[in-house]
């Protein structure tokens, strides 16, 4: 099936929910079958955060393999929006047409009964008889509500860190109603899958200007995913200044699709941090085409701030070893999203993730959960150039994006030291010598 | 003071942001309880590397029982993994590799006796672009590698900095990993990939009917779905 090789690391991914019975071959078909119309009136998208809100939706939505209908007027892009080219919204996405991920086609006919709606802000919408979710919310903040259920506001603002997190559940809800019309594991898989009627999540920012951040110099440890996925976020924010290094050896391959958010089908074979540079430019500073901690040891002198979006737990260790000042580390674990801060002095992430498990080395992914990560990695970035990180007691973010309705979707903690810790951190050691029966 | 600690109460345990009841007693040990939270849960992908945490982010002790470890009633605990897995890259297979390898293990085995092959490559890159073929006794249930062989061909490794990535072996019939299989890999290193061929290998080469497993860091064998999982295939 066209796509397959795509899609791969999704339908590993839905194989938590869908039993060993169900064919790679089903899951596929069952992604690609699904018809979304995306719904919304001028006055939504003619700011940056509703064409943000859309352009990221339609892609979290194709690279699961879905088919993505637009229903939309014609407007001038008020920014960038890469991947994508062009000058007008609706262009660029029709441009994008099985450009994210093969088959997943992105087209403007509506003569068709879609599956699920998505609609932006208080866009009027005909009777389709599909349940239909609108997409609302601020600067800081998303929420997606069925149809019926409030007032809507229209989309207004232009900075768009909301409008992602609105992009991102709503690209959730797509994915479960997917997921329901196949054989389950069991009835404990069902809650997992239930339909959220309203959902939404918020950075808890607006006392943060929205104008002028200055990251000064960032290293990123990795052009995958989580990286992707954050540098997609900040390279929407308006007038941001960074200069972003880049350290990544891998070339892209066709599996990454299904979640890599600056990528297109034409990258594969291409090195990843060649990409990344070439749909961010403004952001990138230079690039470093091999693995961190093998090569130059000067080169890899770090930044006062860096990010690392690798899972391979021993990469993350390696960095924190170097003693970064500050360190965000993103990552994913099938349907959840790890996110830590670390500053130098405070617990590490070798006592967050002290132990290392090697097994299968293929990562079941799916495309909002690792946007999700990166999203968050470039708050915590923004959070701590304005001088106003999370306090020790959210130093560490477990969020489980499937149920964003429940109250217990996002657990905060501190990071407590251990003695064991692989790093040796300045906080491990010092619990050593004063606390004898910690952990 | 007397202090009453209650014999049976719940906690709430959270898994992908679902909250659920949990019955524990005090005397039961923690594993108890992440048990009967991933049987509550249906958690069936690597449950193992699965712990209870608590919400100032210390991990529950697992060698303890409940009341040792301090849990309290209604105490929310989350259900997580303990090392969020990593995503390291894959073996490359090159291209002559599968089809050399059936090749040498019809050859030798004629469809009649058990046969094996490793997997190598450079000790500094992910690729396996070499087959070896040892010296070995053979039968229809099974193979033995002749020790001065063994010997002979780790110090070439050494010399070349290569490395055994896989073994690969066959079956007469259904592709397993036997106890046998378990206990004698050629490397026991965590991580090492194992792969069986079921019929002698007889037919065409591929992986899609073949049992693949690889060592966890405890030394147990773990089946993976697919050779995918660790490998890309030409």
Request: proline share 7%; charged share 20%.
């Amino acid at each position: 099936m066209n796509g397959l090789q795509n899609l791969d690391r999704t339908i590993l991914l839905c194989r938590d929910y869908v039993p060993d019975g169900v064919t790679n071959y089903r899951i596929c078909e069952r992604l690609q079958t699904r018809q979304t119309l995306c719904i919304a009136d001028r006055r939504n998208i003619s700011t940056h955060a509703g064409q943000t809100a859309l352009v990221t939706l339609v892609s979290l939505l194709s690279r699961m393999g879905m088919q993505v209908a637009l229903d939309i007027p014609e407007v001038n892009l008020v920014s960038a929006q890469p991947p994508l080219q062009g000058s007008s919204l609706g262009a660029a996405l029709v441009g994008a047409n099985e450009a994210f991920v093969a088959s997943a086609t992105i087209n403007t006919r509506t003569d068709f009964r879609p599956d699920i709606i998505f609609a932006l802000g208080d866009t009027p919408i005909e009777d389709y008889r599909a349940p239909c979710w609108r997409l609302t919310g601020d600067e800081w903040s998303g929420r997606i509500e069925m149809d019926g259920l409030g007032e809507p506001p229209a989309w207004t603002a232009e900075f768009p860190m909301g409008s992602m997190a609105s992009a991102a559940l709503a690209a959730t809800e797509a994915f479960k109603a997917a997921l329901r019309g196949l054989p389950l594991r069991s009835l404990a898989c069902q809650p997992f899958l239930r339909e959220s009627r309203s959902a939404s999540w918020d950075f808890g920012l607006s006392s943060i200007p929205m104008a002028g951040f200055d990251l000064g110099e960032v290293d990123f440890v990795s052009a995958g995913a989580i990286s992707q996925a954050a540098l997609y976020a900040l390279v929407r924010i308006p007038k941001i200044q960074i200069r972003a290094r880049i350290f990544e050896h891998d070339v892209t391959e066709a599996s990454n699709l299904n979640r890599n958010m600056l990528t297109l089908r034409e990258d594969i074979g291409h090195a990843k941090v060649r990409v990344v540079a070439r749909r961010c430019p403004e952001l990138i500073a230079g690039t470093i085409p091999a693995r961190y901690g093998n090569g130059d040891v000067e080169l890899e002198k770090l930044a006062p701030r860096v990010v690392v979006g690798v899972d391979d737990i021993p990469s993350r260790w390696q960095v924190q070893r170097r003693q970064p000042a500050w360190l965000v580390v993103g990552g994913t674990s099938h349907f959840n999203v790890s996110s830590s801060i670390h500053s130098l002095g405070e617990a590490c992430s070798g006592c967050l993730h002290p132990i290392d498990e090697p097994g299968p080395n293929v990562i079941p992914t799916v495309s909002f959960v690792s946007f999700w990560a990166g999203l968050i990695t470039a708050t915590r970035l923004l959070m701590e150039a304005t001088g106003k990180p999370h306090s020790l007691r959210k130093q560490h973010l477990w969020l489980s994006p499937l149920r964003m309705d429940l109250p217990r979707a996002a657990m905060w903690s501190p990071v407590p030291p251990r003695r064991d810790c692989p790093v040796k951190c300045l906080a491990s050691r010092s619990l050593t010598e004063t606390d004898p029966i910690a952990a | 003071m007397n202090v009453t600690i209650e014999k049976k109460f719940r906690t709430e345990v959270v898994y992908n942001g679902v909250e659920k009841p949990i019955q524990v007693e005090a005397e039961e040990r923690v594993t108890a309880l992440i048990q009967r939270a991933i049987a509550a849960f249906g958690v069936t992908q690597q449950p193992h590397l699965l712990s209870l945490f608590r919400q100032d982010g210390t991990v529950v002790n697992e060698n303890q029982s409940v009341e040792q470890a301090g849990l309290k009633p209604h105490e929310v605990l989350l259900l997580r993994p303990n090392a969020v897995k990593g995503g390291s890259e894959r073996l490359k297979v090159a291209g002559e590799v599968l089809p050399a390898t059936f090749r040498m293990l019809q050859e030798c085995g004629q469809g009649q006796c058990e046969c094996v092959v490793y997997w190598t490559g450079s000790t500094s890159s992910g690729e396996v672009d070499g087959v070896e073929h040892p010296e070995h006794t053979r039968s229809p249930f099974g193979y033995e590698v002749r020790s001065q062989w063994l010997t002979d061909f780790w110090k070439r490794l050494a010399s070349s900095r290569r490395s055994v990535r896989a073994q690969v072996h066959t079956h007469p019939d259904e592709p397993f990993h036997s106890s046998s299989d378990d206990r004698w890999p050629i490397v026991s290193q965590a991580g090492f990939i194992s792969i069986v061929l079921p019929n002698f290998a007889l037919g065409r080469p591929t992986l899609h009917n073949a049992w693949v497993g690889v060592i966890l860091r405890d030394g147990r064998w773990r089946q993976l779905e697919s050779a995918s999982e660790v490998l890309v295939m030409p």
